[in-house]
């Protein structure tokens, strides 16, 4: 599809999201009005790995029924890439009618699920004007945050600004870090779950206090009272599929520990030094992400000891014929392989970088014992 075309396309669901927005701002919500929390279920693509939530606003009598959503941006956004990336891509709350969200979950056979919330209708009304002021005023753009500011941190923040304080608190388990928390909707996704394993930093790691997923959200609200009176009714199932594993015959820990063990296996110099530049390029790759990123999950990131920018040196002094300083250079190396060992040791994907930790080792130890100078022997 064509870029001029995608653009038209961005603006017609902008224009319609308005068209709403204004119809909004003149509706007197009726008795028999209803404001319920939608939680989607995964998907297999990398976007929606972690569901989804959105707000549902109905009302027959008024011939209203809208979902409000956040978390859509535009592709083409000048410099999409580097803005994502750097973490001041803008992210927009939108809004489209029921029947036409949930023809899209049907269609991507994603399950969605509703709990209506127990408000008084004034409260109901005040929701609706607080959405459709953020839709037609600043309020309408933010800056997406992997925790703190997402699809379901900011709908909770929507509503406890309607009730008026911090109502909405996680009311699951808090004593696992977000890393663990993140970690099962991984299942079946490898590279995915290696990928967030070395790129997210001590962030990560700190304990799941905070409501970000939507699931964690779902389960909060069954837990959650107001005026004495249980916040939401019971889950409904809207939609439900039966559950599909995706099949994949690279995305797997066989392939990722075929290529460790080639390299490992093989004892080729040339081997060696073109896993060793993928390595090292990565950390550099890390260090630059925690110093440009406003994306605090990038900061701080203890991977780089994994995936050093300092092999680069050993790469440069073995190419140079300089074994004394390849050899130190090694050596050094592995004792930072050494150091990001011990801090692994309570880390929930230790397993999972252990054969990139051990590959590391083996090759650097095999360059080390190679530039080694040996000591002569007098009989």
């Not at 750097?86 to 899209?104: C, E, H, P, W």
């Not at 928390?181 to 996704?189: A, E, S």
């Not at 964690?216 to 837990?223: A, G, M």
């Not at 992400?289 to 780089?304: A, I, P, R, T």
Request: aromatic share 14%; glycine share 4%.
């Amino acid at each position: 599809m064509k870029a001029p075309l995608l653009k038209k396309i961005f603006v017609c669901i902008l224009l319609l999201g308005s068209v709403y927005n204004l119809s909004a701002q003149d509706i007197l919500l009726s008795k028999n009005a209803h404001v319920s929390i939608l939680t989607c279920g995964t998907g297999n693509e990398s976007y929606s790995l972690f569901g989804h939530t959105a707000i549902r606003i109905s009302d027959l009598d008024n011939n209203f029924d809208v979902v409000y959503n956040y978390g859509n941006f535009d592709f083409n956004t000048q410099n999409f890439v580097l803005k994502f990336t750097k973490g001041d891509l803008d992210y927009s709350i939108t809004n489209n009618r029921y029947v036409d969200f949930l023809g899209q979950y049907n269609y991507e056979k994603r399950d969605v699920y509703e709990q209506e919330l127990n408000l008084p209708l004034e409260l109901k009304q005040e929701l609706l004007e607080n959405l459709a002021k953020s839709m037609l005023s600043d309020e309408r753009l933010y800056q997406y945050k992997f925790i703190d500011n997402n699809c379901t941190s900011k709908v909770v923040d929507v509503i406890n600004k309607t009730l008026k304080g911090n109502l909405i608190t996680k009311k699951t388990s808090t004593n696992q870090t977000y890393r663990s928390i993140l970690f099962p909707y991984f299942n079946n996704h490898f590279y995915e779950k290696l990928g967030t394993s070395i790129v997210f930093g001590t962030k990560v790691d700190q304990v799941g206090t905070k409501i970000f997923l939507p699931f964690e959200l779902q389960e909060s609200l069954k837990h959650i009272r107001y005026k004495n009176q249980p916040l939401c009714k019971e889950n409904k199932t809207i939609l439900n599929f039966e559950e599909e594993t995706p099949a994949s015959w690279w995305n797997n820990s066989y392939t990722y520990l075929f290529i460790l063990g080639f390299v490992t296996l093989i004892n080729k110099r040339s081997i060696d030094y073109i896993y060793l530049s993928i390595i090292s390029l990565l950390g550099l790759l890390f260090v630059f992400l925690g110093f440009y990123s406003f994306h605090q999950e990038l900061e701080y990131n203890y991977n780089v000891l994994l995936f050093s920018p300092f092999i680069l040196g050993v790469l440069y002094f073995a190419k140079t014929k300089n074994s004394k300083w390849t050899y130190k250079l090694s050596v050094f190396n592995i004792l930072l392989l050494i150091v990001y060992c011990g801090l692994m040791l309570s880390k929930v994907h230790l397993l999972i970088v252990s054969p990139i930790l051990l590959t590391n080792l083996f090759v650097l130890s095999r360059i080390a014992i190679r530039n080694k100078k040996r000591i002569p022997i007098i009989i």
